[in-house]
């Protein structure tokens, strides 16, 4: 709810420091400036990105590009089939000489870790992160050990290719604070990486961010001030995406009259509570990158979207009519009033 009025000093040099990120992440990346700030809200609030897209779009140069200007100890973890869960957090190995098991942890001891194709690998493998995910820590035999501060989890996965390929489940994600979807560049910006001769991932870049500075925004954007009404708001949207809710709602049942407005139709399963605890950090923390101490109905319209879109399980009626999750998101924005 925030408790003091946030400084102007600190405000301005919060959002010429974010700045400053956007525009060196540029020099790698072209466009995508959704998914660069969507990057940069999760570093700010403490949450994990998935990252929906087809090959050949910089999903994986985005990630390594955030590491090299935080200066965050970065671990890619490849997800095949042939993966195994100890493969990820570690296992215990047998010192022969000593008699005894040493642990050797695995690469999701890192700062910042990239699990590239997440959906290549079979639950087991992705449920191996769902520890670490909920609660900055891994179990190996009978010991957990913490994971290094901070932790960020950036997961990509391609959205066309089947074979192969493994659903995540609904549990997992819903650990992601964002889902960030990634699309093709216009034509001006693929002739500028065309320009560029296709090595843009050799472009040096400077650190922005320390791990100080990381600190000092996540600090502030807890301090953002939130006001009741746009909490009842947030909650009014999560809410609205549960099916019996949905037809409860007034709003909503006057829409639902008019045929394809009948939005609880489409959903299955609606989003849980977490997703409103992360609609609020994650509107607060756009309202920081606006330079501002307070949120707006606007930040969380902003936000939903990515907030939302990967915690709603649509029906076959939403498949047969073609309706998306973010379908069904903007007409409960539009549907419901704002305080």
């Known amino acids: ?21 956007r525009e060196e992440v540029a020099k790698r990346i072209v466009g995508q400036q959704s998914v660069i700030d969507g990057i940069l809200t999760a570093l700010v609030t403490g949450g994990h990105v998935l990252l929906e897209g087809v090959p050949g779009l910089a999903k994986t140069l985005a990630v390594k590009t955030f590491s090299d200007i935080s200066g965050l100890n970065f671990k890619r973890i490849q997800f095949t089939p042939d993966l195994l869960p100890a493969d990820i957090t570690g296992t215990l ?10 642990v050797r942890k695995g690469p999701v001891f890192a700062n910042l870790v990239l699990a590239d194709e997440i959906n290549r690998a079979p639950a087991k493998v992705q449920s191996a992160l769902l520890e670490a995910m909920a609660e900055k820590q891994v179990t190996i035999g009978e010991q957990s050990y913490n994971l290094p501060e901070p932790f960020f989890v950036l997961a990509t996965q391609n959205p066309i290719e089947q074979e192969g ?9 819903d650990r992601f604070l964002l889902k960030l979807l990634v699309t093709y560049p216009t034509p001006a910006e693929e002739v500028k990486i065309l ?4 090595q843009r991932e050799l472009v040096p870049v400077n650190k922005i961010l320390s791990a ?22 947030m909650v009014s949207i999560v809410v609205a995406t549960r099916p019996a809710a949905v037809q409860a709602n007034r709003n909503i049942a006057t829409s639902a009259a008019r045929g394809r407005d009948d939005i609880h139709s489409y959903i299955s399963f609606g989003a849980s509570p977490r997703a409103g605890i992360a609609l609020c950090r994650c509107a607060k923390a756009e309202a920081l990158f ?9 930040d969380v319209k902003t936000v939903a979207p990515a907030v939302l879109r990967h915690r709603l399980v649509l029906s076959y009626e939403a498949a047969a ?19």
């Not at 925030?2 to 974010?18: N, P, Q």
Request: aromatic residues 6%; contains cysteine; hydrophobic residues 35%.
């Open 93 to 102: 190995i047998y010192e022969q000489s000593s008699g005894n098991f040493s």
């Open 165 to 173: 390929t493994y659903s995540l489940p609904e549990a997992e994600l």
């Open 290 to 298: 606006q330079g501002r101490s307070f949120v707006l109905p606007e």
């Open 321 to 339: 009519d073609g309706v998306t999750a973010d379908d069904i998101i903007a007409r409960i924005l539009a549907l419901l009033p704002v305080p």
């Open 1 to 21: 709810m925030g408790s003091k009025e946030i400084d102007s000093t600190k405000l301005a040099h919060c959002r010429e420091l974010v700045q400053q990120c």
């Open 212 to 233: 100080t500075d990381l600190q000092n925004l996540q600090e502030l954007a807890q301090q953002v001030v939130c006001d009741e009404k746009l909490l009842e708001y």
């Open 195 to 198: 320009k560029s001769g296709g």
